[in-house]
């Protein structure tokens, strides 16, 4: 994907210096999330007809006392090798796993996480935040696709048995594509917590960590840095400058000496400090770019200007030593804040 970032903090300076002087400005309160670009889902997609028919179902199921037991002992028998990877219980005999306690206290921790993710379908916030749960919890414990793919073909046997004539052809279907949902869902989410994206900022820790700490390396320069991606840009798309009023005609050879223009690059330089501040604070982060969002829509900003900005700030840098490790979480940050500001749609 690429960025626009760069006209982005160059509208942004512009906007704060001309709307501050013009009318009245109505803020819009309702963008709590930033949208994110491909898969833009972070819950499951199931139909409505499908949840409802696994809320019907589960509901009854779960109500017998031996399903949680059963789901987790069949899983074991099957793939008896799986049993290790549980500590408390790793050399239990299998013939005294259903009497004895970690066996049966883990069984009902399966079962807790179930009944959220069942009573999560309706929210995408909250699938995509038990996702994160799930993924997380069993990444560092060496659960791998694969293996929830088993577990769910063990937990649709159960349900099978468990529900007798109930569990019709359209149960088994909604049940089918639950399970492929939540494999998949699990999938995505199967890393060590740090990676795990936040539902609603759509950045992870660690891309929050690398950006604020390579950046504390190079914003002594970011003047100059701003300044020669500007006149990049510039360069590039004559037509971007055109926004900046107060230096819209001035060539571009000579913008390195006209006041206005370096006042610009001096408010673009530092929004983007303090964007890069507020990325560690979800509601700060949030904030600013609703702002973002909100002042340059206002003047039209194309989409493309804040892509190029962004590709011309990941040139930048690059030039600057910043680390492929710190430039990739750069670019997903950039995305991020890219298509919250100038939605693709
Ligand atoms: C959708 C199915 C599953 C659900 C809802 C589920 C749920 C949970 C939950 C809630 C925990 C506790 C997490 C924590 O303490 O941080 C847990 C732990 C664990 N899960 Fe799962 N799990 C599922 C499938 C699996 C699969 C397929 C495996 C792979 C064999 C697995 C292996 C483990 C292990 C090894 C632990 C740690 C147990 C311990 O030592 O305390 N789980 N699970």
């Known amino acids: 994907m690429a960025f626009k970032l760069a006209l982005l903090f160059g509208v942004i300076a512009f906007a704060s210096v001309y709307v501050s002087a013009t009318t009245t400005t109505t803020v819009t309160t309702s963008v709590t999330t930033v949208s994110a670009d491909d898969d833009s889902e972070g819950g499951l997609s199931l139909s409505a007809h499908d949840r409802s028919v696994i809320r019907k179902t589960w509901e009854q199921a779960r109500r017998d006392g031996d399903v949680p037991p059963q789901i987790l002992f069949r899983f074991i028998k099957a793939h008896p090798e799986y049993q290790k990877m549980f500590s408390k219980f790793a050399s239990v005999p299998q013939n005294e796993l259903l009497t004895n306690g970690n066996f049966l206290a883990q069984a009902y921790t399966i079962l807790a996480g179930l009944n959220v993710a069942i009573q999560s379908l309706s929210s995408q916030e909250l699938m995509a935040s038990q996702l994160n749960a799930l993924g997380g919890a069993h990444k560092p414990r060496g659960a791998t696709p694969i293996m929830f793919e088993q577990f769910g073909a063990v937990l649709e046997e159960v349900l099978a048995e468990e529900l007798g004539s109930s569990f019709n052809a359209e149960a088994k279907s909604a049940w089918k594509n639950g399970l492929t949902a939540l494999v998949a869902g699990i999938s995505k989410t199967l890393k060590n917590p740090q990676d795990l994206a936040d539902p609603q900022t759509k950045l992870s820790a660690r891309q929050v960590r690398d950006v604020q700490r390579s950046w504390e390396n190079i914003k ?126």
Do not use: C
């Open 220 to 345: 002594s320069g970011r003047n100059a840095m701003v300044s020669s991606i500007m006149i990049k840009l510039f360069k590039e798309t004559p037509r971007i400058q055109k926004y900046f009023t107060k230096f819209a005609n001035v060539p571009v050879g000579s913008l390195s000496g006209d006041a206005e223009y370096n006042k610009q690059v001096a408010l673009v330089a530092d929004r983007l400090d303090t964007i890069v501040s507020a990325t560690g604070d979800k509601l700060q982060l949030l904030g600013n770019i609703n702002y973002m969002r909100y002042t340059h829509a206002a003047r039209s900003i194309p989409r493309s200007a804040w892509e190029d900005f962004g590709r011309l700030l990941m040139e930048s840098l690059a030039a600057s030593g910043v680390s492929s490790d710190d430039l990739a979480s750069w670019k997903g940050t950039l995305g991020v804040l890219v298509n919250g500001i100038s939605p693709k749609n």
